[in-house]
């Protein structure tokens, strides 16, 4: 997933609490350049529970990669601010955080020179709509150009998807909001549409205002992406998050939650984290023992040969069946002898 936003909405800093890491977070636009990655841990309750059941040597979580982003401004299609980098950047994700700024602060500078939100989310979205305009030119045209040298099949197809996406980019419509077939995102899937990729709003409120659950933006943010394709929205406050991991001293999803109960007002980093990989439509299986204990990312929907190729693709070449049993079982009845007893361990 990709932290993106306006230079100066708390990105970095938000970066910085998911991450346990310190890149720069400075009072003007474009404190980062280069992009910084971190690996977040995707809290679980059952894959502690099976730490406690199995105490392994190894224990393995699931986890998302997190890219932090410069900070996009009006007309970065056009090279403005840092342009085509930025945007490039954000095509070789597969989500997006669109980190949006409703917090008041005077002191903190931001490059439209006041907070409003909703014209903040217009023009992210705007920008990524006319970068996909651009590259949708160039793909039309080398299509046209080989459909009037070859007449391909393949071509003519794909020539008809991409005139839906265009119908969708001048009304001002993201490609992922549009109706699909299976058929169709495969062609989707080749050209890394910016506005095809998933959205969760992350909402920066002030400290004060988030222990209060007070913010005047707040409704109006939710009826703008109600309006707009929808997606997930989590309120949170940067500076709270901030205040949380220093005072905890780890990030440590305990300590964290312990502390935050005690400053007033709950963590909403595990939420993020957790909506992000749902956004992505991510999932994972167990495979636990005494050795280890490992979480087994794949995407919802995935099958069971190919679910079994994440760990080895022998394993998917030569698929047979697999032994299984669901968490809820084992987790009720306490061992895997139990729930064999109960004949609920399946092929």
């Known amino acids: 997933m990709g932290l993106v936003g306006l230079p100066n909405v708390g990105k970095s800093t938000t970066f910085n609490v998911l991450s346990n890491l310190n890149v720069p977070a400075e009072n003007y636009p474009f404190c980062t350049i280069d992009p910084s990655e971190a690996k977040v841990l995707v809290p679980d309750r059952r894959f502690e529970r099976l730490i406690e059941m199995y105490a392994p040597k190894s224990r393995v979580p699931a986890s998302i990669s997190i890219w932090d982003i410069a900070g996009l401004v009006k007309g970065a299609s056009e090279g403005a601010g840092l ?62 150009s080989q459909i009037k040298r070859f007449n391909k099949k393949e071509a003519k197809e794909e020539r008809e998807v991409m005139d839906r996406v265009e119908k969708l980019l001048v009304a001002g419509v993201a490609v992922r909001d549009g109706e699909w077939k299976a058929a169709d995102i495969e062609w989707l899937n080749k050209h890394h ?53 220093t005072v905890s001293g780890s990030p440590d999803k305990e300590a964290r939650d312990k502390t935050a109960a005690e400053l007033g007002g709950p963590t909403m980093i595990h939420k993020i984290v957790n909506t992000g990989y749902k956004a992505l439509n991510l999932i994972h299986y167990f495979t636990a023992g005494e050795d280890e204990v490992k979480c087994w990312t794949i995407r919802e929907g995935t099958k069971a040969p190919q679910a079994a190729g994440v760990i080895h693709t022998d394993f998917e070449k030569g698929f047979i069946c697999c032994e299984c049993q669901s968490f809820a079982d084992l987790d009720r009845l306490g061992s895997e002898l139990a729930v064999k007893a109960e004949g609920l361990y399946k092929q």
């Not at 980190?99 to 920008?127: C, K």
């Not at 910016?194 to 005047?216: F, H, Q, S, W």
Request: glycine share 6%; aromatic share 8%.
């Open 83 to 144: 342009g085509n980098a930025f945007l490039s950047h954000i095509q070789a994700v597969d989500g997006i955080f669109h980190v949006v700024r409703a917090f008041p602060n005077e002191e903190v500078i931001h490059e439209e020179g006041d907070v409003d939100p909703i014209r903040d989310m217009q023009i992210i979205n705007g920008e990524l709509n006319a970068k996909d305009k651009q590259a949708l030119a160039k793909i039309i045209a080398e299509l046209d």
């Open 193 to 245: 549409f910016m506005t095809a990729k998933p959205v969760v709003y992350l909402v920066n409120i002030g400290r004060d205002e988030y222990i209060t659950k007070k913010n005047k933006w707040l409704p109006k943010i939710a009826e703008w992406i109600r309006d707009n394709g929808g997606g997930p929205m989590v309120p949170y406050s940067a500076d709270y998050e901030k205040e949380v991991l």
